[in-house]
T-cell receptor, first 114, second 114 residues
Framework: AQSVSQHNHHVILSEAASLELGCNYS??????LFWYVQYPGQHLQLLLK??????LVKGIKGFEAEFIKSKFSFNLRKPSVQWSDTAEYFC????????????FGAGTTVTVRA | NAGVMQNPRHLVRRRGQEARLRCSPM?????VYWYRQLPEEGLKFMVY????????ESGMPKERFSAEFPKEGPSILRIQQVVRGDSAAYFC????????????FGEGSRLTVL
């Protein structure tokens, strides 16, 4: 089974600051990679996903993530955060298109101060 | 996605009681996954069901936990004789296909065992 590590438990930023959340996984085979976000009081929703192709993935709300296979990493970035980006962010991995079990990281809580 | 409905959102039980958590999939979705999030941890896969079938319950505790997805009605996760360690957020996710593309999550049911 895969394991997923998110390096930061809680990140506090000011508006307009840049954000980078680390995610590393431990699986040597083909992987699909995901970032989910959970805004306060809401359900988890998909920010972006990587299955194959360009390792730099663009998602919704100005987020992007870069898959670096040699580092087993899939870090999430946003150049300029807004107060509305306050949420919990989860990295998730599965072992290819026939693997329905997502392995999640513990999550990173991001607080953006106005 | 608001289409996946979970209830109750919050449930309080005393030790030894039973907890029943319900999940109604998005329209057109017939694959249901239950995940559990313990405090300070990521979401952990519990069980994967299709209508009237349990496909994979490898993440379910061996005792006291059961899940079903009947032909009619919601999927139900049942926890008998709850203990304090069962306190967690239980998330349901659904897809319209077995292999993982995007999982659509409900808002979760938070169980507190006193």
């Amino acid at each position: 089974a895969q394991s997923v590590s998110q390096h930061n438990h809680h990140v506090i930023l000011s508006e307009a600051a840049s954000l980078e959340l680390g995610c590393n996984y431990s699986y040597g085979g083909t992987v699909n990679l995901f970032w989910y976000v959970q805004y306060p009081g809401q359900h988890l929703q998909l920010l972006l996903k990587y299955f194959s192709g360009d390792p730099l993935v663009k998602g919704i709300k100005g987020f992007e993530a870069e898959f670096i296979k040699s580092k087993f990493s899939f870090n999430l970035r946003k150049p300029s955060v807004q107060w509305s980006d306050t949420a919990e962010y989860f990295c998730a991995v599965n072992a290819g298109s026939n693997d329905y079990k997502l392995s999640f990281g513990a999550g990173t809580t991001v607080t953006v101060r106005a | 996605n608001a289409g996946v409905m979970q209830n109750p959102r919050h449930l309080v039980r005393r030790r030894g009681q039973e907890a029943r958590l319900r999940c109604s999939p998005m329209k057109g979705h017939s694959h249901v996954y239950w995940y559990r999030q313990l405090p300070e941890e990521g979401l952990k896969f519990m069980v994967y069901l299709q209508k009237e079938n349990i496909i994979d319950e490898s993440g379910m505790p061996k005792e006291r936990f059961s899940a079903e997805f009947p032909k009619e009605g919601p999927s139900i996760l049942r926890i008998q004789q709850v203990v304090r360690g069962d306190s967690a957020a239980y998330f349901c996710a659904t897809t319209g296909q077995g292999a993982v593309g995007e999982l659509f999550f409900g808002e979760g049911s938070r169980l507190t065992v006193l």
